[in-house]
């Protein structure tokens, strides 16, 4: 059984360069959906997603897709950090019931809002000390119709 570390799905292969991960799928591959159901049956302990909509239900799909084991299966936690792709998903009942999978959220009213504070500021603090600098503009407020729908690869930061 292959060991995966960390597993990047992505969109578009383009999306996939550069990526710190072990494996990669991306979505638009011909194979993805064989890709994805391969890597979840050689073991998955936790999904992050932060997009939601379409990209989860093909991943959901491949996470409960044949599962049901009669010595049951391995707990699998599939976190929501973002809504992005679509608010809303269809589920299999059937899968999830068969799958050992839990889906979780994460934002405010999934802790305490103490505790949810606490862990963005050592998020922060541990990202700014290992170098993490995402790629963002800083804006006056007078800008903000001109950069409201440029690329989402720059985060813009709005300034009154």
Do not use: C, N
């Not at 059984?1 to 360069?17: C, D, F, G, N, Y």
């Not at 922060?124 to 903000?144: C, I, K, N, T």
Request: glycine residues 12%; proline residues 6%.
């Amino acid at each position: 059984m292959p060991v995966h570390s960390t597993i990047a799905v992505v969109r578009t292969q383009e999306k996939l360069k550069g990526l710190p991960a072990d494996t990669g799928i991306a979505l638009d591959a011909p194979d993805a959906d064989e890709q994805l159901k391969a890597v979840f049956d050689d073991g998955v302990d936790i999904v992050l997603d932060f997009v939601w909509g379409s990209v989860a239900e093909r991943l959901l799909a491949a996470a409960t897709a044949g599962q049901g084991s009669p010595a049951g299966e391995p707990s699998r936690r599939y976190l929501v950090l973002g809504t992005l792709g679509g608010a809303t998903v269809p589920i299999s009942g059937y899968g999830l019931q068969s799958s050992g999978l839990e889906i979780l959220g994460s934002g405010i009213g999934s802790a305490a809002v103490g505790d949810y504070l606490s862990s963005v500021g050592e998020l922060l603090a541990v990202a700014q000390r290992e170098g993490f600098a995402p790629p963002h503009e800083v804006r006056p407020l007078s800008d903000v119709e001109s950069v409201w729908k440029r690329s989402s690869d720059v985060r813009y930061v709005i300034q009154p």
